[in-house]
């Protein structure tokens, strides 16, 4: 059974944490087991959601840490070390987490960590735009269409070997609500897909890129 951690924020909702939940709960997940959910910050919806299962929960809130004297590389460390000592996880999820990870974390769990990112990331003009940010980007400059990506995480911003990703037509009409209800639903298919090949052992990276073994 792999281990995972989920990284949520303030920021959004937790959704694609209970759209992971939701699959385990329907075994369309095998092979997978929540183990925490992580957040730097204590008002996270995530956290509800995880402790409404039963799921052990983490805060490393970073503006403590800061203040505290230490910097923002020693809370990479930190939060690596927290996760990689308390909870051995095969599989982090950053699923609306919102901090920019340098390989100070990464180096803990190489080819570990997957990310999703509410556009296409071979777009690089949406790279490091955060959720509706990405997605009002799409609006304003006439995509004919965006998305969503599931992919590993490298030293790049959103940049990385890519898993899924599910295309979505922008419509003359949309606004950034109505074309972010539609990403947000693609989202919680290709997430749990994702996680579900990780723990199966499918993917296998290859010169950069991901080979799904079916
Ligand atoms: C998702 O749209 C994801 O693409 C972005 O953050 C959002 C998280 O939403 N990185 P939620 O917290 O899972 O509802």
């Known amino acids: 059974m ?5 990284f949520v924020s303030n920021k959004t909702q937790g959704s694609n944490l209970a759209a992971i ?6 075994k369309k997940i095998k092979n997978g087991k929540i183990v925490a959910v992580v957040s730097n910050k204590a008002d996270s919806y995530g956290l509800v959601r995880a402790k409404a299962k039963n799921i052990p929960t983490e805060v490393l809130d970073l503006k403590d840490f800061i203040e505290s004297g230490k910097t923002r590389a020693e809370y990479d460390v930190a939060l690596g070390k927290l ?13 609306g987490w919102i901090l920019i990870l340098s390989r100070n974390f990464i180096r ?10 509410p556009g ?11 959720t509706t940010d990405a997605v009002s980007y799409a609006i304003n400059h006439h995509y004919p269409f965006t998305g969503s990506t599931v992919h590993f ?12 990703q599910s295309k ?4 003359p009409n949309d606004t950034v609500e109505t074309l972010y209800t ?13 996680v579900d090949l990780f723990c199966k052992d499918k993917l296998i990276i290859k010169n950069g890129k991901v080979k799904i073994q079916l």
């Open 2 to 6: 792999k281990r995972i951690a989920v």
């Open 21 to 26: 939940i939701a699959a385990i709960e329907k």
């Open 83 to 95: 996760v990689k000592r308390k909870y051995n996880p095969d599989l982090i999820v950053l699923a």
């Open 108 to 117: 803990y769990f190489p080819n570990k960590v997957i990310n999703l990112h």
């Open 120 to 130: 296409l990331i071979q777009d690089k003009a949406t790279h490091g735009l955060h």
């Open 153 to 164: 995480i490298t030293e790049k911003v959103d940049e990385g070997p890519i898993i899924i």
């Open 168 to 171: 979505v037509k922008v419509l």
């Open 182 to 194: 539609r990403i947000y639903k693609e989202e919680h298919k290709i997430l749990p897909k994702a």
